[in-house]
């Protein structure tokens, strides 16, 4: 058994640390999804936002859908990948994805910024 802390995932909340996220936050992308991310050792938990384009998915019930899947991909994610700060998901695709495929674009965007 892993003696490993689980860190914490919050939601990102407040207009300022959205903008500090977009402006001098890192870009990693994959074909659907796009994620800005910024490292703060300061903080002692991960702060999570996930957003779907309202353009891309006209009716409200398709964009939370996609974000509720989102979060759960986010929480799927294994102890090792998350970092301390704070990541703003953007999904990018056209069609409404999987639960699957969302988990593992997730987790690979998540292991490319243990390589940076």
């Keep these: 058994m892993s003696t490993q802390k689980r860190i914490q995932i919050k939601r ?13 936050g890192n870009v990693v992308q994959t074909k659907a999804l796009l994620l800005k991310y910024l490292h703060n050792t ?5 702060f999570s936002g ?11 019930v398709d964009r939370n ?6 979060r759960i991909a ?5 102890p090792e990948t998350l970092f301390f700060g704070s ?7 056209s069609k409404p994805p999987s639960l699957d495929l969302l988990i593992k674009d997730v ?10």
């Excluded at 996930?50 to 409200?60: C, D, E, H, I």
């Design 107 to 116: 987790e690979s965007l998540f292991q490319s910024i243990d390589k940076n």
């Design 42 to 46: 300061e903080k002692d938990c991960y």
């Design 87 to 93: 990541g703003m998901l953007l999904f990018r695709g």
């Design 74 to 78: 986010v929480k799927e994610l294994p």
């Design 12 to 24: 990102l909340k407040g207009k300022t640390e959205v903008d500090l996220l977009f402006n001098k």
């Design 65 to 70: 859908r996609i974000k509720r899947l989102l």
């Design 50 to 60: 996930v957003s779907v384009p309202k353009k891309s998915f006209q009716k409200a």
